[in-house]
Structure formats: structure tokens, C-alpha cells
């Protein structure tokens, strides 16, 4: 991402002299589909905070001298590398979110995105329609794709769940959480880490098994994380329970599909208990930019993808004060544009 400007640039930009469709219609784009090859053809791979040769960097990758040079220039030019004459090597933040020998990088959530776009050919069509024309997304998954967006689905929540778990008021006489939609987990391990009288179940469908149990066994949280197969839509869910996490789950439904699930919600919880929703929430940033970008962006995506969209804090509150709930709270998140609303039964 271009977040450094010269003072002479800023007053171009900011008086329109460097026209900023140039940026949004041409480079952004591209930019974002080199991140996307960089990863996808291994070439970030040879790539450490040493210099290597272009040369070098091409051969180990099996891709053509020019078309690693393409690439390298454009993570060059977002600052995750940096060049010598025909030698590159990793910037920190390079390193950080693109090396596979970084415990924090971002390669699956690039590589998810990436793959996504391939569907963006046909945004014009939902425009059109102001629905998606096809099935659910996850209906027609791969087996690839399934592991491409559960792994994405880490990338994003290792950035933030210490920051989330220390926003969710854990009253000392809770003891089940149900994490709707949990995927890997990561928000209940880490709830129940911190609050060891605590289990939790993720409840998520069949195929994400697979990365739930991974994350549970990486993090020794056996004895108090299960994961349960199931379809929140399709099926009950368990009763008797004090904490409901629906993270990134609301903008993939739509109005009345959010209003059953805030109504089986309800039913689900105990008398005190608490339903507490992560998403991207509409107006949440004010006149910031990153904020409208990253809700706005949401919503296209949500509903070209799988019928969603974003919610407002506003809207939230109608579909929970709906099902009975009696107070909601929202926290904001570091990540612009991200919050967490917490509903009180
Ligand atoms: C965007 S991911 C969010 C994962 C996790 N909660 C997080 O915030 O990192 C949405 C998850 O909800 C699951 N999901 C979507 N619809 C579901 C349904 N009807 N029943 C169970 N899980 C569902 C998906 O399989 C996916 O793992």
C-alpha cells in the first residue's frame, strides 16, 4: 500500500493535479495482482532481508528474468522491497507479511484474495441486479478454496485477537461460549486461555474441521475447545450457553437472514448472557477514509460474493433489540472500519 507522499505530491494530489483515478483505476489494481503473483509463483519465497541476485531470484522461482523483474519493481514500489542495481532483498515489513519463515505473514490471505478476484469479472452483473447472481460462494467451493480462505481467516484474526478477547466483558459465572461461524478458533482459545473456567465450542461447517483442529492442537486448548460441525442456518443451536461470537459472520447473511440468527441467538443464551458480533460496521470511523474504505469495500464484496452486506451500529441494534435483546455496546478495534457491538440478553 502508498501511504508516503512528498510534500509536493500531497499538494498535486490534493489539488487534483495528479488525477487520482490514475491510482485507483490502474495501480492500485495492478499493484495488488503483482502481491497476488509474487506469492502464487514463489517469488517472494527467495527472497530474504539479504540481497540475492535477480537472476538467482528468477532460476528458484522458474519464472523469466523480465517477469520476476515486473513483480519485484511493484513490491519495490509498496515498499516491500528494496532494490540495488539487479539485486533485491526484503524491507522489514517484506519480511513480516510476505517471507514463509514469518510467523505473522500475510501469503494466505494474499493468495485468497487473489484467487476471489477471479470473480470479479462479473461485479457488474450483481450491480445490475443489486443481488448475486449465482449460488452462495461457499457452496461451490473446492477443497483449495476451503483452505485458502479458513487460512486467510488466521492471517486476519492473529492480528487482532488479544485486542478482541480483551474488549469481551467475561462475567465470572459464564462457563459455554459458542463461536458461530469460528472457523480456526483462534477468538475462543484465546478466551479460554484467559478465562480457563470457560469451554467452547466452534461451530462451523464440515470443511473447516480440518483448520480448527490444527489451531486447537497448536495451542494445547484440547481440554476446553471442541469443534461441532454444523449449519447455524439449517439446524439448532446448542442451548444453555452464555456467550454467543458471531466474528464476520453478520455480513455474510442478509437483513432477515441476521434476524432468525439473532432470534436463535437469543434462545440459545442464558438469562445475563451476552451475543457479541465482530464485523466491519458502517459509519463506525467517522470521515475517515481508510474506515468508508475498508466498510464500503465490505459490502461490495459481501454482496458479489455471498448476498451480504455491512451493518450499521444503528442496524444492529434493530435486528438484536428484535430478537429481545435489552442493550447493545459497541467497542471500536484498532483496524479502521472494524468493531466489536456487544448485545445483552
Ligand atoms: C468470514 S469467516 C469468519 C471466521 C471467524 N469467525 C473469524 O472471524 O475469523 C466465516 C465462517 O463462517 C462459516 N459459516 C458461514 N455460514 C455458515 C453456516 N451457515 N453454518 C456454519 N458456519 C458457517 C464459514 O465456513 C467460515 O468459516
Not at 449449519?231 to 456467550?243: C, G, L, T, W
Request: glycine share 6%; charged share 25%; proline share 3%.
Amino acid at each position: 500500500m502508498i501511504y508516503k507522499f512528498s510534500l509536493i505530491e500531497k499538494i498535486l494530489l490534493s489539488n487534483d493535479i495528479i488525477p487520482h483515478p490514475f491510482a485507483d483505476a490502474s495501480f492500485s489494481v495492478g499493484l495488488g495482482f503483482a502481491l497476488g503473483s509474487a506469492v502464487k509463483l514463489k517469488i517472494a519465497d527467495q527472497l530474504t532481508l539479504e540481497y540475492n541476485d535477480l537472476k538467482n531470484i528468477a532460476k528458484a522461482a522458474h519464472v523469466s528474468e523480465l517477469g520476476a523483474e515486473l513483480i519485484l519493481d511493484c513490491l519495490d514500489a509498496m515498499g516491500y522491497v528494496q532494490k540495488k542495481v539487479n539485486q533485491y532483498a526484503f524491507t522489514k515489513r517484506g519480511y513480516k507479511n510476505l517471507s514463509p519463515q514469518s510467523p505473522t505473514n500475510f501469503r494466505y490471505f494474499i493468495l485468497f484474495c487473489d484467487n476471489l478476484y477471479k470473480g470479479y469479472l462479473k461485479l457488474d452483473e450483481t450491480i445490475r441486479l443489486g443481488k448475486r447472481a449465482e449460488s452462495g460462494m461457499l457452496e461451490s467451493m473446492s477443497d483449495y478454496d476451503w483452505e485458502l480462505f479458513s487460512r486467510a481467516m488466521i492471517d486476519i484474526s492473529r492480528t487482532n485477537y488479544k485486542e478482541v478477547c480483551g474488549k469481551i466483558p467475561i462475567a465470572k459465572s459464564y462457563k459455554n461460549i459458542l463461536d458461530l461461524g469460528g472457523s480456526h478458533g483462534l477468538y475462543s482459545i484465546e478466551l479460554t486461555k484467559r478465562h480457563p473456567h470457560l469451554n467452547a465450542r466452534i461451530l462451523d461447517l464440515p470443511p473447516v474441521k480440518k483448520y480448527a483442529d490444527e489451531c486447537i492442537a497448536e495451542h494445547n486448548a484440547q481440554r476446553n475447545v471442541a469443534f461441532l460441525p454444523s449449519d447455524f442456518m439449517k439446524e439448532e443451536i446448542p442451548k444453555n450457553v452464555d456467550v454467543v461470537l458471531a466474528f464476520n459472520i453478520i455480513h455474510g447473511l442478509n437483513p432477515s437472514e441476521n434476524e432468525s440468527l439473532a432470534n436463535k441467538v437469543y434462545h440459545a443464551l442464558n438469562e445475563g448472557g451476552i451475543y457479541v458480533i465482530l464485523d466491519q460496521i458502517k459509519g463506525i470511523g467517522g470521515s475517515s477514509q481508510m474506515s468508508k474504505a475498508t466498510t464500503s469495500y465490505m459490502a461490495l464484496n459481501l454482496l458479489h460474493q455471498a448476498g451480504g452486506k455491512t451493518y450499521s451500529k444503528a442496524e444492529i441494534d434493530v435486528l438484536t433489540s428484535k430478537a429481545g435483546f435489552k442493550k447493545t455496546e459497541l467497542k471500536k478495534l484498532n483496524a479502521p472500519g472494524f468493531g466489536i457491538v456487544i448485545c445483552y440478553k
